[in-house]
């Protein structure tokens, strides 16, 4: 079956520690997301990437890095510089606009984020 | 930069009635698209429906319709015959090009 798969599912950090949230897909889909979620929040866009190699900053990006070596590969990393990192990520794809401009952004389940 | 307001942190409808969910957004764009989800309890995105601002039909989904208002720049969800499945978070999103933007969500509790 296609679709977003986010790993892991719970993550712990450790001050000072970067830690890498990992989002794949088999949908065949351009653009990739990753936003934050904090409780009783909407979404916060992080990062995007339209195409490979390529990536966009989002609202929130201070503190995060991502690559896209891959079609199928967005990871995320938490870096020590962000300072507040406990939250709720959510990963999501989409077809690229400019060829079909409808189509919805599918959604990874997510990975909550915490510090020790 | 586009920004997209939900006015009602909460709302709370009986079962069986009828809700309306309230989004604005602001753009300087012609050409964007809008749409809402739906976020239960288990986190998961859920699409539950989508509206082209070239349209001016509102699309509707079975029990679910939108007024898409574009002067007014508004793009309200009615839900229909309200269900307790339908509890949970719901977030409009707005779309130019690649960038998607959502609102802050408002969290629906449906009464038995």
């Known amino acids: 079956d296609g679709g977003i798969t986010q790993s892991p599912k719970y993550l712990f950090r450790k001050e000072g520690q970067n830690v890498t949230l990992s989002c794949e897909q088999n949908?065949?889909?351009?653009?990739m997301y990753w936003y934050r979620q904090d409780p009783g929040q909407g979404l916060r866009l992080i990062y995007y990437?339209?195409?490979?190699?390529?990536?966009q900053k989002g609202d929130i990006a201070e503190g995060y890095s991502v690559s896209r070596e891959k079609k199928e590969s967005f990871p995320l990393t938490v870096t020590s510089a962000q300072k507040n990192p406990t939250a709720f990520y959510l990963c999501?794809?989409?077809?690229?606009?400019?060829?079909?401009?409808?189509?919805?952004?599918?959604f990874g389940d997510g990975t909550r984020l915490s510090i020790l | 930069a586009q920004t997209v307001t939900q006015s009602q942190p909460e709302m709370s409808v009986q079962e069986a009635e009828t809700v309306t969910l309230s989004c604005t957004y602001d753009?300087?764009?012609?050409?964007?698209?809008l749409f809402w989800y739906k976020q239960p309890p288990s986190r998961q995105m859920i699409l539950v429906i989508r509206?082209?601002?070239?349209?001016?039909q509102n699309a509707t989904e079975n029990r679910f319709s939108v007024n898409f208002q574009k002067a007014a720049k508004s793009f309200s969800l009615k839900i229909s015959d309200s269900q307790l499945g339908d509890a949970a978070m719901y977030f409009c999103?707005?779309?130019?090009?690649?960038?998607?933007?959502f609102g802050a969500g408002t969290r629906l509790t449906v009464k038995p």
């Open positions: 999501a794809s989409s077809i690229n606009r400019d060829r079909v401009g409808n189509q919805p952004q599918h």
């Open positions: 949908l065949n889909h351009d653009a």
């Open positions: 990437s339209q195409i490979v190699n390529d990536f």
């Open positions: 753009t300087s764009e012609s050409d964007y698209y």
């Open positions: 509206q082209e601002a070239y349209k001016q």
């Open positions: 999103a707005y779309r130019v090009n690649n960038d998607m933007r």
